[in-house]
């Protein structure tokens, strides 16, 4: 069944607050200043922008609203009916969070036909602290002290296992969707982003196969030793045991027939 809006009830007297609660008001929020710049292409377009709204109580908070005209997708579900491809990213992001990945906090969700052309918005709470795990700070992550590195792999890998366990099969995993927050007792916080290719797969080996090969291939600067510290975090091991070389071996095939596909630069 088509969603055709969904509004955070936590969020509505906010959104209120703001005369920003229906799809024609949020749609005239201003779109000139963009985080992401508008993509267009198969007769479509596609832009991120930030953006602060007032809290009842004062002060404010930061939102990331996504707006897309006309890209839309079909599935065996809506073969009649296209749909905003947000609308499957709304969904992976509701079912995500209702099996306990760590993700965004969904604001609002909504879809209309305006003038024979499709338009979506994606409202999510921006993940104020965070930095994905490509971010200058941690580059090149060798520079990083031990512990800190340690405590970054565990955490990176503990939010990919809950996802793997789920069966959740993230398809284009990238070191730019993965968020961390630091804290000052040295805790860190991970957050899954950008979900709208993430499937539902039924066998978890090779779920991890395909999304750890995407992000080691991905992981620019890291040594063959930060890779693998990743990937025992993961395992949730010391040494490489049985299974777990079979798997790296598995990633790291793919990756040289990648490579050679590639060429040289």
């Not at 602060?52 to 996504?66: C, I, Q, R, T």
Request: aromatic share 10%.
């Amino acid at each position: 069944m088509a969603i055709s809006e969904y509004l955070n009830p936590d969020w509505l007297p906010i959104l209120r607050h703001n005369r920003a609660e229906s799809f024609e008001q949020l749609w005239q929020l201003n779109q000139g200043d963009w985080f992401e710049p508008p993509n267009h292409r198969r007769g479509g377009w596609s832009g991120v922008m930030r953006h602060s709204m007032a809290l009842p109580d004062g002060g404010e908070v930061g939102l990331f609203v996504k707006f897309q005209e006309n890209h839309v997708y079909r599935s065996w579900s809506n073969l009649f009916r296209p749909a905003a491809t947000f609308e499957r990213e709304f969904r992976n992001l509701q079912h995500c969070r209702s099996l306990g990945i760590p993700t965004l906090e969904p604001v609002y969700f909504g879809q209309r036909m305006v003038d024979g052309k499709m338009r979506a918005i994606l409202i999510t709470r921006e993940l104020a602290g965070y930095q994905p795990f490509d971010a200058e700070d941690y580059k090149p992550i060798a520079k990083l002290e031990r512990a800190r590195r340690t405590r970054l792999f565990h955490a990176v890998a503990a939010a990919l296992r809950c996802m793997h366990a789920q069966h959740m099969q993230y398809n284009c995993l990238y070191l730019k969707h993965v968020f961390v927050k630091e804290s000052a007792d040295g805790s860190v916080d991970v957050r899954l982003i950008d979900l709208e290719k993430a499937k539902w797969r039924p066998l978890k080996r090779l779920i991890a196969i395909r999304d750890l090969y995407s992000l080691h291939r991905r992981a620019e600067g890291w040594s063959r030793s930060d890779r693998l510290r990743l990937f025992l975090a993961y395992r949730q091991e010391k040494r490489l045991g049985a299974e777990s070389r079979k798997i790296l071996q598995a990633i790291l095939r793919r990756m040289k027939l990648k490579n050679r596909d590639l060429g040289p630069a």
